[in-house]
């Protein structure tokens, strides 16, 4: 099983990601977590981004999730193709940027759930990485909506707190309930439609 925890940043996707990773390994699941791979990049990020660096992360996070079997465990990914498209998104229309679009997208549909955070009224903390600016955040959490909303990605919004344990509780009641419904009808039900 492949999750996806997806929101712009600041929105507590790490955390949450550890809590659920914990919650799988007490139930005895084997779990791999793929990071934030802007963490990793070489190249400007937030605000100053490029077509560069975006590619470099887009391209690495694909890569990384087809090295990883997760046949019988469970894969955690901080962030999914489609919120990284995001921040390439923002720089503006091109040709590459339309490809990009379209394998983002196209990855989007390896996830068997996606869960977006809710960017909630509370400051970012300064990490030394990211930026706190509120209106980038905001701008970037309303192009990702609007990618998935555009594309008809399937996700569920997580409820808006800050406890990861509702969260974590509302994500493992929504993958059962999927299974429930999947076993019941003996045919597949496509994550995204």
């Not at 996707?13 to 005895?28: D, N, P, Y």
């Not at 934030?36 to 890569?63: D, G, V």
């Not at 469970?74 to 489609?82: C, H, N, P, V, W």
């Not at 490809?99 to 869960?115: K, L, Q, S």
């Amino acid at each position: 099983m492949k999750i996806a925890i997806i929101g712009t940043h600041s929105t507590g996707k790490t955390t949450l990601i550890e809590s659920l990773a914990q919650h799988f390994s007490v139930q005895g699941k084997e779990v791999f977590i793929l990071p934030e791979y802007a963490r990793l990049c070489p190249f400007p990020i937030n605000e100053e981004t490029t077509l560069e660096a975006q590619k470099w992360i887009l391209l690495s996070q694909i890569t990384e999730e087809n090295k990883i079997d997760h046949t019988n465990n469970i894969l955690l990914t901080d962030r999914a193709t489609i919120d990284n498209f995001a921040y390439m998104y923002r720089i503006g229309k091109s040709d590459a940027i339309e490809n990009f679009e379209r394998c983002a997208v196209a990855h989007m549909r390896t996830y068997d759930f996606v869960f977006k955070t809710q960017k909630l009224n509370l400051d970012a903390k300064e990490d030394g990485l990211r930026t706190t600016d509120f209106e980038f955040r905001d701008m970037i959490d309303r192009l990702i909506t609007h990618l998935l909303k555009k594309h008809n990605i399937s996700y569920s919004l997580l409820p808006e707190t800050i406890d990861y344990d509702s969260h974590v509780e509302f994500i493992t009641n929504n993958i059962g309930s999927k299974k429930t419904t999947e076993t019941t009808s003996q045919k597949f039900v496509p994550a995204f439609a």
